[in-house]
């Protein structure tokens, strides 16, 4: 079963306008990590945040950790076109190998 | 420096074939994972393996196998495809638990 959900599922925004997409996830984790996904590829891994860190910044993304409510936001700001791509949280349990990952945000980016 | 490179990228076979799909990293990496992904439904684990020599079943491993035989690749197969196993495949693999996963670009399997 998937561990992350995000929401929304889809997000339709103008260019330069921020993105914000949010993960709910239930059980303790390591680390929580946001991965993008263009059309046809493969994901690419954006941000990593471990539990013990409440905000971390990368360029453009700014994501959150609250992990007393189980919950995980990502913000991209003025946002680009090439910015399109489906967008998904990936939690790193304790005491576990493997990432559980949601559905998904899919977003689009309108020039 | 390649990263993780997945064998074929397309295929189509007939119900009842059999086939198998390549990964292959250049990074070193431990750890290794074959998802498969569905509309709507992310990805889902099939297998994964902790080192060479090891594999462990997934969230939906039933009709797959696998071998890690040497560290660098990691082989799925398919022992006789089905309709249901139509998918996006992807390979990842890294280095330690609390580092990310790297992937390739997936193989795309259609069986009619």
């Known amino acids: 079963s998937q561990q992350g959900e995000e929401d929304p599922q889809a997000l339709s925004i103008q260019e330069g306008e921020n993105a914000t997409m949010n993960c709910s996830y239930k059980?303790?984790?390591?680390?929580l990590q946001w991965y993008r996904q263009n059309s046809g590829r493969g994901l690419v891994h954006l941000i990593l945040?471990?539990?013990?860190?409440r905000e971390k910044h990368s360029g453009r993304l700014r994501v959150t950790l609250d992990t007393s409510k189980k919950s995980s936001s990502l913000l991209i700001t003025a946002s680009r076109a090439a910015d399109t791509a489906s967008y998904f949280c990936?939690?790193?349990?304790?005491?576990?190998?493997?990432?559980?990952f949601g559905a998904g945000t899919t977003v689009t980016v309108r020039a | 420096n390649a990263g993780v490179t997945q064998t074929p990228k397309f295929r189509v076979l007939k119900t009842g074939q059999s086939m198998t799909l390549l990964c292959a990293q250049d990074?070193?990496?431990?750890?290794m994972y074959w998802y498969r992904q569905d509309p709507g439904m992310g990805l889902r684990l099939i297998h994964y393996?902790?080192?060479?020599?090891?594999?462990a079943k997934g969230e939906v491993p039933d009709g797959y196998n696998v071998s890690r035989l040497k560290k660098q690749n990691f082989l799925l197969g398919l022992e006789s495809a089905a309709p249901s196993q139509t998918s996006v495949y992807f390979c990842?693999?890294?280095?330690?638990?609390?580092?990310?996963?790297?992937f390739g670009d997936g193989t795309r399997l259609s069986i009619l």
């Open positions: 393996s902790v080192g060479e020599g090891t594999t």
């Open positions: 945040i471990r539990s013990n860190e």
């Open positions: 990074m070193n990496h431990e750890y």
């Open positions: 990842a693999s890294r280095h330690r638990t609390d580092q990310p996963q790297h």
């Open positions: 059980t303790s984790i390591n680390n």
């Open positions: 990936a939690t790193d349990a304790v005491s576990d190998y493997k990432l559980s």
